[in-house]
């Protein structure tokens, strides 16, 4: 929910105001294309993982893969908004000279929360050992 909804405004601002410099706008647009496909893979995933707890298994590896890319997605889209928006970007909701309102802040915090509950190497290491089965 979140991620689409701050992708999609991105999108729009970019259209409607443009990036500064021709390379930066084409850097977006690459980066832009790469988080539009991560979100259809990821949109991908969350089914294929209901799909199984549906059929009653316990998708165990798909959920630690998925919160990985998941949360490398959100970091990702917040990168590239911190790029295109600069330190503006950072101003909290209800600041009169906010982009998007004030969302970014809200999903730069979001970005790093979303990391404290399970660090990448926590996870990668967990897809390591119960995947792969690979020892410690």
């Given amino acids: 929910g979140g991620t689409v909804r701050l992708f999609e405004r991105v999108v729009k601002h970019v259209k409607q105001n443009g990036c500064m410099g021709s390379r930066q706008r084409a850097q977006a647009r690459q980066v832009l294309a790469e988080i539009a496909i991560d979100i259809e893979v990821s949109r991908l995933m969350t089914y ?3 799909w199984m707890r549906d059929s009653g298994r ?3 590896y798909e959920v630690y893969v998925h919160k990985l890319f998941q949360a ?3 970091q990702k889209l917040a990168g590239l908004s911190t790029e295109i928006f600069g330190l503006l970007g950072q101003l909290d909701l209800g ?3 906010a982009p998007l309102r ?3 802040a809200m ?9 404290l509950p399970g660090s990448h ?3 990668r290491t967990a897809i390591a050992q119960k995947e792969l089965h ?3």
Avoid: H
């Fill in 95 to 97: 600041a009169s000279s």
């Fill in 72 to 74: 490398e997605l959100d």
């Fill in 58 to 60: 316990f998708p165990k």
């Fill in 102 to 104: 004030g969302i970014m």
């Fill in 121 to 123: 190497e926590i996870l």
């Fill in 134 to 136: 690979l020892p410690e």
């Fill in 48 to 50: 294929r993982i209901a």
């Fill in 107 to 115: 999903s730069l915090r979001t970005s790093l929360i979303q990391i």
